[in-house]
């Protein structure tokens, strides 16, 4: 297939794309910058140049192509709502690019916030997650022609490189000269080793169903009592607990985010899918690469 695919030189994307170029696929990035387009091009990559502002190159990406993948997301936390918002028009766009045509148009969610505090499954609607209105946009178009699914992330995607939430925990340890969790640190984070995550979006991309919704988990949750003990270990820094009250005042924005139980399966999508995740646990991937 031709696939456009947003967030092509993230962390994940990047991945996705050396993942279908060696299933025989061809890829068209977008890429907003000098440097993106040159990385694709080094690929052997079709660039398109543009951003997830520019609707109309989202919709030539998507008129041109035989499927589409959508990964990149603007992460400004300062404005979060704002970033939620383009990500709805971005969706809309893609999605009315290829209503009629039965083409895949598959786009990232994230599991955090689905179901707190519960083991969350593919049949689960968002309970508190900024995403949820997305996830409706994009599986409304199953009903106007297109293969549309979604496919929520672990709020840990992670592999050597990774640029997301682990090391901005580890920095802010280095910071406060301790590693902290909330309470008793036993709240779970799902985990997925990005090289897994890839794999998983190419079989949805050739296997997918339309109107379905999957899981991109391997860790069901890894206790955040556990992440700061590896990262304080490593460190040499003591491992303490901060009290709810404090966890803004420690975490900064991340502060609510540290304490979130959100616990999750897949076991429906590697059953559906055929998925069977091999790689490395998130612990050993902390130990070993992100030091």
């Known amino acids: 297939m031709r696939v456009f695919i ?29 440097k993106s387009a040159k990385l694709l091009e080094s690929l052997g990559v079709e660039v398109l140049r543009g951003s997830l502002e520019d609707l109309d190159s989202l919709k030539r990406g998507a008129t041109d192509s035989d499927a589409v993948i959508h990964c990149a997301f603007i992460h400004d936390f300062s404005d979060y709502a704002s970033s939620v918002k383009k990500d709805q028009l971005a969706i809309q766009t893609l999605g009315a690019a290829l209503e009629g045509t039965n083409r895949p148009l598959i786009v990232t969610s994230g599991i955090m916030g689905v179901s ?28 106007k022609g297109v293969r549309s699914s979604v496919i929520r992330l672990a709020p840990s995607v992670h592999d050597k490189g990774d640029p997301q939430l682990i090391p901005i925990f ?6 406060k000269g301790v590693s ?22 190419r079989l949805v991309l050739e296997k997918g169903a339309a109107g379905a919704t999957y899981h991109g988990i391997t860790e069901e949750g890894v206790a955040f009592r556990d992440i700061a003990q590896v990262i304080g270990k490593q460190l ?34 590697q059953q559906e899918l055929g998925w069977h995740p091999s790689q490395i646990s998130l612990l050993a991937d902390l130990e070993q690469n992100y030091f």
């Open 6 to 34: 947003t967030g092509a030189t993230g962390f994940i994307g990047l991945a996705i794309v050396e993942d279908l170029l060696a299933a025989g696929h061809q890829i068209v990035g977008l890429a907003r910058s000098d």
């Open 116 to 143: 707190p505090n519960r083991l969350a499954t593919e049949q689960d609607q968002p309970e508190q997650s900024p995403r949820a209105l997305p996830e409706e946009i994009t599986l409304s178009f199953s009903s």
């Open 170 to 175: 580890i920095a802010l340890a280095r910071e």
């Open 180 to 201: 902290a969790y909330v309470g008793d640190g036993l709240n779970r984070w799902p985990a997925v080793h990005r090289v897994d995550t890839a794999q998983l979006y």
């Open 236 to 269: 040499n820094i003591p491992v303490v607990s901060k009290p709810i009250e404090e966890a803004v005042d420690h975490f900064g924005w991340l502060g609510n985010f540290a304490s979130l139980d959100s616990p999750a399966s897949s076991k429906q999508t």
